[in-house]
């Protein structure tokens, strides 16, 4: 066992990490260590004018020294406000100015996704919906059909059921790439957020049919049999992409 007045020499020595990893080492080292006569010395290397203060902005240094020395990653979100059986999705998708799709979609559907898919998909379209990032996948019921010379668009709402709110997701977003080697076709608007959040910007939401795997795609139609909703760019669990949607700006 060291010395009291060792330790008490030693350790204003040590950088902040040591420091914390010598609490660890038995009682002794934690209650000499615990004093926060070390941690303002800590801080006095990282931030010398807080040590201007009588006190510490954070009510000891040690706490302000765990706090705020290291930038925290992966952090923990909170429970999102929102949940899926609150939500119902409107979906319109037109070929040039005839609309070829119109459903409103629960959101536990959305949620859910599709349970089995179809036989006669693409391994590689399998394989992207097999991916653990979160993507929300939906039957076209009824089936439908897209001409590839054509102009296709989708616009999406989402509705609270517990309000009168509504957001906007897309507004008539063009279909503009045909991902032949996946069987998708996708569509991408930058999201609306509400002005609470002045400074997030550049948020897309995705859109995508997914199509079979058929002949017909030789002759220039695509067979959709699901749609695909997705914000990859910033979201990809499902708690993200509920607390994403409750940032949209509702009306």
């Known amino acids: 066992m060291f010395s009291e007045e060792v330790l008490k020499n030693v350790f204003p020595l040590l950088e902040g990490e040591d420091l914390a990893a010598c609490m660890g080492v038995c009682k002794q080292w934690r209650h000499i260590a615990s004093d926060d006569f070390y941690w303002k010395c800590q ?80 391994n590689v379209l399998r394989t992207h919906l097999g991916k653990p990032d979160y993507k929300m996948v939906v039957p076209a019921e009824p089936r439908f059909t897209i001409p590839l010379n054509q102009t296709v668009s989708v616009s999406m709402l ?16 063009v279909f503009e790439y045909i991902d032949r080697s996946s069987y998708r076709a996708l569509a991408f608007e930058y999201l609306d957020l509400s002005p609470y959040y002045p400074f997030v910007s550049g948020i897309r939401a995705w859109v995508s049919l997914l199509f079979m795997d058929a002949e017909d795609i030789n ?23 509920l607390w994403l949607l409750d940032m949209l700006d509702w009306k």
């Open 43 to 122: 801080c006095a290397k990282k931030w010398p004018s807080v040590c201007k203060r009588t006190k510490p902005p954070t009510g000891t240094y040690y706490k302000m020294f765990q706090t705020f020395s290291k930038r925290r990653l992966n952090r923990t979100l909170p429970p999102p406000r929102l949940s899926f059986e609150k939500l119902e999705f409107f979906v319109d998708i037109w070929s040039e100015d005839k609309p070829v799709f119109s459903g409103l979609i629960p959101g536990l559907a959305m949620e859910t996704g599709v349970k089995a898919l179809p036989s006669g998909i693409s």
């Open 158 to 173: 989402v509705g609270r059921n517990d309000s009168d709110k509504v957001a906007r997701i897309t507004n008539r977003s």
């Open 219 to 241: 002759d220039g139609v695509l067979d959709v049999f699901g749609i695909q909703l997705d914000f990859c760019d910033v979201a990809e669990t499902k708690e993200e992409v």
